[in-house]
């Protein structure tokens, strides 16, 4: 089993920033790629951004590219998600994701592993 567990959600007004941290832990020997989804209200769950398990690759929904970006540091066990030009339309709860298949995956169904989500709420 492999445990994410998410931090640093919270309140921001639009245009401000604000950086998500996903701790992976457990048996993480089998995972190749860690990412980032969310869910807004009433809406189903979407992929905002993937890497690859050494870090050398990332790839984004094009809702959040040019504003989010996705890194890991290994030593640490940790995975950001920092959040610039903040929308309200970026209000969600978003959930840190793991998955033992190979890169890019940007469906739900291919992760195996998710954590219990942090909410970001972004005020006009």
């Known amino acids: 089993q492999v445990q994410l567990v998410e931090s640093g959600g919270g309140l921001v007004q639009a245009g401000g920033s604000l950086r998500l941290s996903c701790a992976v832990s457990?048996?993480?020997?089998?995972?190749?790629?860690l990412g980032w989804f969310r869910q807004s209200p009433g809406e189903e769950r979407a992929f905002v951004a993937g890497i690859t398990w050494s870090g050398d690759t990332t790839y984004y929904a094009d809702s959040v590219k040019g504003r989010f970006t996705i890194s890991r540091d290994s030593a640490k066990g940790l995975m950001y998600l920092q959040m610039n030009s903040l929308k309200p339309e970026d209000t969600a709860v978003y959930y840190c994701v793991a998955s033992n298949s190979r890169p890019p995956i940007v469906k739900r169904g291919e992760y195996d592993y998710w954590g219990q989500g942090t909410r970001v709420t972004v005020s006009p």
């Open positions: 457990g048996r993480t020997y089998s995972t190749k790629s």
